[in-house]
């Protein structure tokens, strides 16, 4: 065989052997590195995961009294709580991916369903949020039109995989407060959500004072207070939406759970809306 021969052959048996070394070809086989798809599609968890494993003991102490978080929802010792004594409820969270994985976490004191636009969407009396940027950046927010509670604090604690999050409070006012539920989600848009009932009774020690004919005045205060409810419509929804002007780069949207305008990035706008926690704007 000549030497020009040798050298036109030579570049062909080099390519098949690229072609059946898996080694040198598939050397990345089974990572995603920046393509499509979903590498790690499991949602943080405050107790067991998708496929029923439990990651997390202890994910929720109430006041010093710890559970087990099972999923979606479950019945807790309810304890009862004068208005001016404090709440400590600390959450334990597992992201596989850690800390810098975890975007939000919502702590929503009571619970209940009421008409929005003919639609029956979640209501809650109060609502703390901890949310944090794609920068890093981390705020805390407090919903709470009637001022049922003071001294609003959240702490969180990293020691990756498992996240601490303490939220603080102190009511200053008799609310339900019987069905907590907790909103989390990750950078991937995995979220999960969880109901916990029975949990706090908050009463007042003060005497209620007993008035004459109060049974025919409470009737008509409920039957005025039942037909102003039915009579919110598509004007008071405008009205809010004139209240509030977002930045170019936010979204305008409103709370399902209390017609709240608030302005969100792009992305937790979609997380909001998927979940049906929030509408857009009209």
Aim: overall charge negative; aromatic content about 6%; glycine content about 6%.
């Amino acid at each position: 065989m000549t030497t020009k021969t040798i050298l036109m052959v030579l570049p062909i048996l080099c390519a098949i052997g690229l072609l059946f070394t898996p080694s040198a070809v598939y050397a990345h086989a089974g990572h995603n590195h920046g393509g499509g798809g979903c590498s790690d599609c499991n949602p943080p968890t405050l107790g067991v995961d998708a496929s029923g494993k439990r990651q997390v003991s202890g994910g929720i102490t109430i006041n010093g009294q710890t559970f087990d978080v099972d999923m979606f929802q479950q019945d807790l010792d309810s304890q009862i709580l004068q208005i001016g004594e404090p709440v400590e409820i600390t959450l334990k969270i597992y992201d596989n991916r850690g800390y810098d994985e975890l975007k939000h976490v919502e702590l929503n004191l009571g619970h209940e369903e009421k008409f929005l636009s003919g639609v029956m969407v979640p209501h809650y009396p109060v609502t703390i949020e901890w949310s944090k940027t794609f920068d890093g950046k981390t705020t805390t927010t407090v919903f709470d039109k009637q001022k049922l509670v003071k001294d609003v604090s959240v702490q969180v604690l990293d020691n990756s995989p498992i996240i601490g999050v303490k939220f603080n409070f102190i009511p200053v006012q008799q609310f339900d407060a019987n069905t907590i539920v907790t909103k989390i989600w990750d950078q991937k848009r995995n979220d999960n959500v969880n109901y916990f009932h029975n949990v706090l009774d908050i009463v007042s020690n003060e005497p209620t004072p007993v008035l004459v004919n109060s049974v025919k005045s409470m009737s008509e205060k409920t039957s005025e207070k039942t037909t102003q409810e039915l009579t919110i419509s598509n004007p008071l929804i405008d009205k809010v939406n004139q209240d509030i002007k977002c930045s170019a780069k936010d979204v305008h949207l409103l709370r399902a759970s209390d017609n709240s305008p608030v302005c969100v990035d792009a992305y937790q706008a979609s997380v909001l809306i998927q979940n049906h926690w929030a509408i857009p704007a009209q």
